[in-house]
Structures are given as C-alpha cells and as structure tokens.
C-alpha cells in the first residue's frame, strides 16, 4: 500500500460539505488552516489540521510532500470541452477581428463545416495524438478531469472515431480523467438542411445504438437552439439517449431564449450549458431540479457577447459550474486562469464561488461529485498545490497560472 502526505500547507481548500453547492453554499470552502492531506494508493483517509494528525502517526511510513506553506486544494475539473478535433481556424478568427460576419464566413466554406471537414479528414492516430497534446497542457493548468464532446463528425464513421479516440486516450492515461459525451447533433448536416427531423431520426436511429452498445459515453448532448436543433427535436433525442442509459446534457439559451434551461429541467438533465439567454423561469427551474448551471466566459469573451447572469444565477439558488468550452472555432483556449478572471472581473462571481464552480460543481457537471471535487475522506486524491499561500491568489494574479503541483489519484503527475 502506497502512503503520502501532504504536508505544511498554510490552508487546505476542501471544498466539502453539500455537494454540488447551491446558491450562497458556493461560498463556503470549508478551509482548514495550517492542514494536512494523508492518501493511501489513490484515495483520501486524512483531510484536518497537520499537528492533530502528527502526534497519532509514524511520519517513516509515509512519502512526504512538503506544500511550502502554500494553498493545497481540489484539481480543477474542465465539465465542458470540445478537446477532439480536426484541423484549426486561425484564419477565420482573423476575419472576425476584421468584422466579417458569421454568416460570410461559413460562405467561404469557414465554421463549423471546416471543422467537420477537417476532423473527417483526420485518422484515429491523428485524433488520438492531438488530443493527448491537448490534455498535457490542462493538466500544467491543475485540471485532473475534463469532459470531452464528440460533434465534428456529424456523420455515423467520425462521430465513432471521435469517441473511440477518447477511449483510448482514457484507458492509456494515470494523469488526467476524461468523461466523454456524444454530441452527434451540433449542427445540422448540409444535406438535411430543412431536414432536421430526419438527421435526428438519423442520429437517433443509426449513431446512438452504437454508442451506447460499445459504452463509448456518459453523456449525450445537442445543440438547442435557433436555426438549429428546436426545443421538441432536443427533447426527442435525449429522451431517446436516456432510455438506452446516457444521462442527458444539452447546449442550451446561448444564441436566444429558447427555452433550453427549461427543457434540461424537464428532463433532470445533469448539466445545462451556455446559458447566456437563460430566462429567469428557466433559471429558477434549475435551481428547483438541481441542474447544474454550466458558463462559459471564454466563449462569451472570444465572440464579444454579454455574459451569462451567473450573480443572478447563484442568488436564485443555481448550482454555477465554469469550464473552458475548449474548440477550434468560437472559443480555443483552455486557459483555466482567464477563465477565473473574467468570471471575476465580468461575472461578478466571488473568489470563494469560482473555486466552489471549477471543482465541486464542475465534478457535478459530469455526475462525479461522489468521487472528486473535493478533499474528503474516501474520495479520490486529485489535488493541486499553488505557488502562494492563499487562494485569493488566483483571481488576484490576473490570468496567470499559479499552479505548483499536480497530483491525480494520490501520484504526482506534474510539478513546475
């Protein structure tokens, strides 16, 4: 049996008590000064104050890991990416800042179809190495789980290789964690335009038996929105998807009030994403059904849209995770210190709110609240250590990385 301790920390960020927190629950970290950490193989047996554990144990025993005097809290957790693709459009970010519009870009064969294009062109091997690149540099920026979506295929054979390309990334991988979501509908194929019933009966039909038969995700999600995926066409595909066992995730009221946040109510989806036109109904019904609220700064940033309300959010009692939203066209950044940034500086979240919505609500996201996003006893030992004393250091040093440590089920996986 390996042990390790985690010692000399000025505080240890627990993160514990309800989980996922709600509302005002988001502020309270449950900090313990001048704490330690004991793990065991991978998992958490000792979370409380270091001169309390000391006198009841044989430091010889264990593996030491001195925090320095510095913070130890829960990894990150990214609950919402799109970290497997093909290709890039750096170019057609080029034209934004020009002002072209959305619209002229996708006539010159830009958008989301070069994308599809891109990632159809692209081999299993070639997904598969991109994708590891990808999460090497998350894990410098204390993510130890991320969700990754499918959803640049389209069609039955890419939307396969995308997940199988998670899978085994997944299996080959001690460091980071991944829960895969299939997100078949996230836009609507060119030739069934005016056709959308049909390409959901298609993905319905023909895509989901496959990914629920080979197990290749947790999640089913799809874009509900304007001109793309109506309220009834969302609600027919993830009810189909939960009858074969995939919990429900959905794209929802970023564009226009839809009526996304409502349906993912509805349908006690996990999480509702985006959210930036989420009515105030819609925002109580979360709230009410315990779906979690997941907001996207950097998407929001990228494009120059208002943000999503997460003040009024949180003060109606919704469960408010942040994630990257990591893709090729509208947001490609996986920086998780801007994303604390601007949920600080723009979003009006507090300190205490962001850490509570990128580590146990974030773990909520994925339905994995019972095993990370938190230091406690029994649960998995995913921590980082930071490079100053407190927490308050992360929105304060503005968008830089102050991540000293990782370490993914009790093993140092990273260290600057």
Not at 22 to 47: K, R, S
Not at 161 to 188: C, N, W, Y
Not at 382 to 407: A, C, E, Q, R
């Amino acid at each position: 049996m390996k042990k390790k301790l985690i010692l000399n920390a000025s505080e240890v960020v627990t993160c514990s008590g309800r989980s996922p927190k709600f509302g005002q629950e988001m502020m309270d970290l449950q900090v313990i000064e001048n704490g330690a950490v004991m793990i065991e193989n991978d998992t958490i047996t000792y979370v409380g104050k270091q001169e309390a554990l000391l006198s009841q144990i044989n430091l010889k025993e264990y593996e030491l890991v001195d925090a320095g005097g510095h913070t130890v809290m829960p990894g990150f957790v990214d609950s919402h990416t799109h970290f497997i693709f093909g290709g890039y459009r750096a170019e057609e970010f080029s034209w934004r800042l020009r002002g072209d519009n959305y619209m002229d870009i996708m006539k010159r064969g830009g958008g989301i179809v070069s994308s599809v294009k891109a990632t159809r062109e692209a081999t299993l091997e070639t997904l598969i190495e991109a994708g590891n690149a990808r999460l090497d540099e998350m894990i410098k920026l204390g993510v130890t789980t991320v969700e990754g979506k499918s959803g640049y295929g389209l069609d039955k054979d890419t939307e396969i290789r995308q997940l199988e390309a998670m899978a085994i990334i997944k299996k080959s991988r001690k460091d980071i964690d991944i829960a895969t979501t299939f997100l078949g509908p996230h836009a609507v194929e060119k030739h069934y335009k005016g056709k959308e019933d049909e390409f959901i009966d298609f993905q319905i039909n023909e895509v989901l038996p496959i990914v629920a038969e080979k197990k290749l995700a947790e999640f089913a999600d799809i874009f509900c929105e304007d001109n793309v995926f109506s309220i009834e066409q969302s609600r027919r595909f993830l009810k189909a998807a939960q009858r074969l066992g995939l919990k429900a995730k959905l794209h929802a009221d970023e564009i226009v009030q839809l009526g996304g946040a409502e349906l993912a109510a509805e349908l006690n989806a996990v999480s509702a994403d985006h959210l930036l036109q989420a009515s105030d109904t819609g925002i109580a019904q979360l709230a009410e059904n315990g779906v979690i609220a997941t907001l996207l700064p950097g998407t929001a940033f990228s494009l120059k849209e208002h943000y999503a309300p997460a003040r009024k959010m949180i003060d109606k009692g919704c469960a408010v995770a942040l994630a990257t939203d990591l893709n090729p066209g509208s947001c490609f950044t996986h920086s998780v210190p801007l994303i604390i940034a601007l949920a600080a500086l723009y979003m009006d979240m507090r300190t205490e709110e962001i850490i509570s919505a990128l580590t146990i609500n974030g773990a909520a996201a994925i339905a994995r609240e019972k095993e990370i996003g938190s230091l406690e006893v029994g649960k998995k030992a995913d921590m980082i250590i930071l490079d100053f004393p407190s927490y308050h250091f992360l929105p304060y040093h503005i968008g830089m990385n102050i991540v000293k440590t990782v370490i993914k089920s009790g093993a140092i996986v990273w260290e600057k």
